[in-house]
Structure formats: C-alpha cells, structure tokens
T-cell receptor
Framework: DADVTQTPRNRITKTGKRIMLECSQT?????MYWYRQDPGLGLRLIYY???????NKGEISDGYSVSRQAQAKFSLSLESAIPNQTALYFC??????????FGPGTRLTVL | AQSVSQHNHHVILSEAASLELGCNYS??????LFWYVQYPGQHLQLLLK??????LVKGIKGFEAEFIKSKFSFNLRKPSVQWSDTAEYFC????????????FGAGTRLAVHP
C-alpha cells in the first residue's frame, strides 16, 4: 500500500465551487505539506503543518485553506475555485531528516 | 528569500550520452539539497540528497551530484543516460535546521531518444 495517498486523483469543477482535496499518510510523520505544480514553475508550497496544532502558510496560500484532522490526515480546501487554480496538487510528508515523501497527486481543473 | 535556479528547462539527449543538469541556489546559511525525479504520470521520487560530509553524493539509478559551496551549486550528473531516464528533474533546497520547507526549482524536462 502507498505511504501517502490523495483523493480524488482527478477532479473537474466549475468556478465558484468549493473543493476539498484529501491526503492521508501511514508513515507516522508529524510534518505534512501541500504543493501545487504548474508547468515551468516547479512546485510551490501552499500550506504546511508540523503537527496537529501547528499550521502555517506557504508562499501561495491565498484562496486556499487547510485542516489537519489528525496526524495522518491533512486536507486542502478551495473555498471558491477559480480557473487559475487549475493545477496538479501534491501532498507530502517528511521525517525530521528533511526528506519529503510525495503522494501521487490530484489533477484539478476549474472551468 | 531563498530561490533555486535550474538552468535548462528542456534537454534532449541520445542514449549513452552524458548528462549534467545545473542547479544554483541563493541562501547564505547551511542548506540541505535534494534532487527529485518525476517520471511521466507519476509522483516525485527522491534521487539523492546532501546534508553534510562528502560533497559528491551518489543516488539511485547511477545518478550523482556534487555540492560546490563556493558556487552555491548542486549539479546532477549521469555518465550514460538511458531511455528510461526520460522524466522531469527538480532541484530543491531546505535551510538546515529549519522547518523542512523545500524550495523547488522550476524543473528540467529530459527526453532521451533511443
């Protein structure tokens, strides 16, 4: 079984809709991250969490919110989706040694 | 602010050719350095990492990278590429002792032709 899972894997939605992307991990890591990937821009950090009570904004948090429901679960929400949020979204976890482990990604299209 | 620059956005090689992908970062303190690979349709996987010690690090699949502190560089190399190396490669930096926040480069898309 995969260590980091994301649901859904693909989603098409309309402008203005609320969307939630979910991430679960079985690695037992405290630290979790949400990134978006856009062609030519690499991965950019949206939010990160170092434990259930610690949530921090990344470099592009506007238009997004997160919830850390448990050590193993970290959800990303788009309250009112817009077309420029069309991207590939990755969840990741890390151990104290800095290596990050990535989920398979969610491809989101906002029409 | 930290930043990571990858010099080549697209690289096309024939099988058995040598590969070098450039990566430079801007950060004055101690850093941890990574190369990740993303095969078509897959998620990112770690190729290799540098935290301290020998600046020449060896990773999976015959890849290696050299940390040159004076040049703020961490270039990725492979002496002989294979068709299966076709992928996108990302350099990433985290400030050592910080909060594991990785800063990624824009990526280099490598295509290897048989």
């Amino acid at each position: 079984d995969a260590d980091v899972t994301q649901t859904p894997r693909n989603r098409i939605t309309k402008t203005g809709k609320r969307i939630m992307l979910e991430c679960s991990q079985t690695k037992g890591h405290d630290r979790m991250y949400w990134y978006r990937q856009d062609p030519g821009l690499g991965l950019r950090l949206i939010y990160y969490s170092f434990d259930v009570k610690d949530i921090n904004k990344g470099e592009i948090s506007d238009g997004y919110s997160v919830s850390r429901q448990a050590q193993a679960k970290f959800s990303l929400s788009l309250e009112s989706a817009i077309p420029n949020q069309t991207a590939l979204y990755f969840c990741a976890t890390s151990d104290p040694g800095n290596e990050q482990f990535f989920g398979p990604g969610t491809r989101l299209t906002v029409l | 602010a930290q930043s990571v620059s990858q010099h080549n956005h697209h690289v096309i090689l024939s099988e058995a050719a040598s590969l070098e992908l450039g990566c430079n970062y801007s950060y004055g303190g101690t850093v941890n350095l990574f190369w990740y690979v993303q095969y078509p349709g897959q998620h990112l996987q770690l190729l290799l990492k540098y935290f301290s010690g020998d600046p020449l690090v060896k990773g999976i699949k015959g890849f290696e990278a050299e940390f040159i502190k004076s040049k703020f560089s961490f270039n990725l190399r492979k002496p002989s590429v294979q068709w299966s190396d076709t992928a996108e490669y990302f350099c990433a930096v985290a400030n050592s002792g910080g909060y594991n926040k990785l800063i990624f480069g824009a990526g280099t898309r490598l295509a290897v032709h048989p």
